[in-house]
């Protein structure tokens, strides 16, 4: 905290609610950035002010508001961390003071005739997200209460980029589950289906997702799977794999093949994601379905005047899980008129301090063959009253009486 007490007291009280007025709070995170750089320059007396945030993945500081250094934001000025001024401050993670400016300092901005300078970092839950830095065109000598002011200002900015950093990740997440997920599903004759998506999450969207398409020959492709995570990370990578399959399956008649060649896209171009996918083919009679299981839990089957049941399939490695795996299996089983497939993740059946087994014995009991629509809402009346923490994919599919000749 400030002192505040003492010689220059008021003043420097002036200068800490400048950076810390409650009107700051009606803006939005740009703007919130943008008018602290300016109040920031203004009470400090300084000619350049920037709040650089950090990408985490390229470990580059982005250029993101600016006083004095405008081009900066304009040209998309990156950093790599541990150069420059802005990039030590990075590395080490404490404040800098650099009085006298050197061509060795920060060429970009000793450039710019920028002769002195003050940084600190921004920090978001212990983690550093950014820094903030201001300068001088003159050798200027900065104090430690302009340290201290300068750190306070840093946490009112991190406390809006993170505002702005979720809000950006809501809109891009709730975006990708518009169109990722599918608005309906396809008219496929002999079978009526019904679908259920419930985000456990603020995002909107996860690693969950379902996805049923008709095949150049005739069979019909089912999947659901989870993405290991929650969020925009997690559904970017579902997206992906939801692509890709899509495309294996145009060129495999096998699901297990399918698989195998989307588990070596996850080793090569998904590094370190793990999921797990039922991958499944009606045939065009609809009486057979082959189904293969990448560490996905086994789907329940109801036939006419038979409890409904888990199918006896075997389940092969999530997908990501080592280089080298035994072959994946497919298996065939029965699609009896008038029975009702149900593929799920383990949202809808996995509850904290309870063993998985009892929720898959829960949906069993919810479980009657019938209309995909009747069915669905029946599962998610019984499971999905509580709401839990992760998200709830839920897939029916009903055989219809009517046969594809």
């Known amino acids: 905290m400030i002192d505040v007490q003492g010689s220059g007291s008021d003043e420097r009280l002036r200068r800490i609610e400048a950076v810390t007025d409650a009107a700051l709070s009606q803006l939005d995170a740009k703007d919130l950035l943008e008018e602290l750089v300016d109040r920031i320059g203004e009470v400090l007396g300084v000619d350049t002010a920037a709040i650089l945030l950090l990408d985490l993945h390229a470990q580059q500081l982005v250029a993101t508001a600016t006083k004095g250094l405008t081009e900066a934001v304009r040209e998309g000025a990156r950093i790599p961390v541990g150069r420059g001024f802005a990039g030590r401050i990075a590395q080490e993670k404490q404040p800098v003071v650099v009085e006298h400016v050197t061509a060795a300092d920060d060429p970009a901005l000793f450039g710019r005739g920028v002769r002195s300078l003050m940084g600190v970092p921004m920090f978001a839950g212990g983690e550093l997200i950014g820094v903030l830095h201001v300068g001088c065109l003159r050798p200027h000598r900065f104090t430690d209460d302009d340290v201290r002011l300068l750190q306070l200002a840093a946490d009112r900015a991190s406390l809006a980029s993170r505002t702005r950093a979720s809000g950006l990740d809501r809109s891009a997440a709730l975006a990708l589950q518009r169109s990722l997920l599918p608005t309906h599903l396809p008219d496929a004759p002999g079978v009526d289906m019904a679908a259920r998506y419930v985000p456990g999450h603020d995002a909107g969207v996860g690693g969950d997702w379902y996805d049923v398409f008709t095949l150049p020959s005739g069979w019909l492709g089912v999947v659901i799977g989870d993405v290991s995570g929650h969020g925009l990370q997690s559904a970017v990578v579902m997206g992906r794999l939801r692509s890709a399959l899509r495309a294996y399956a145009l060129v495999c008649d096998d699901p297990a093949t399918a698989l195998t060649l989307l588990d070596r896209k996850v080793h090569h171009f998904e590094t370190g994601n793990l999921a ?81 087994d009892v929720g898959i014995e829960r949906l069993c009991a919810a479980v ?38």
Do not use: K, W
């Open 368 to 405: 009657e063959a019938g209309p995909a629509e009747t069915v669905c809402a029946r599962v998610m009346t019984t499971l999905a009253a509580e709401q839990t923490t992760d998200d709830i994919a839920l897939l029916a599919i009903h055989s219809a009486n009517r046969r594809i000749p």
């Open 276 to 356: 797990t996918v039922l991958y499944a083919m009606i045939s065009p009679d609809r009486t057979a379905i082959r189904i293969s299981l990448a560490g996905h839990l086994q789907p329940v089957l109801a036939a006419p005047g038979q409890p409904a049941d888990t199918l006896a399939i075997p389940v092969d490695l999530p997908l990501g899980v080592g280089p080298r795996q035994p072959a994946r299996r497919c298996t065939e089983v029965a699609f009896p008129s008038d029975a009702v497939l149900i593929c799920y993740t383990d949202g809808l059946v996995e509850r904290r301090g309870e063993v998985i």
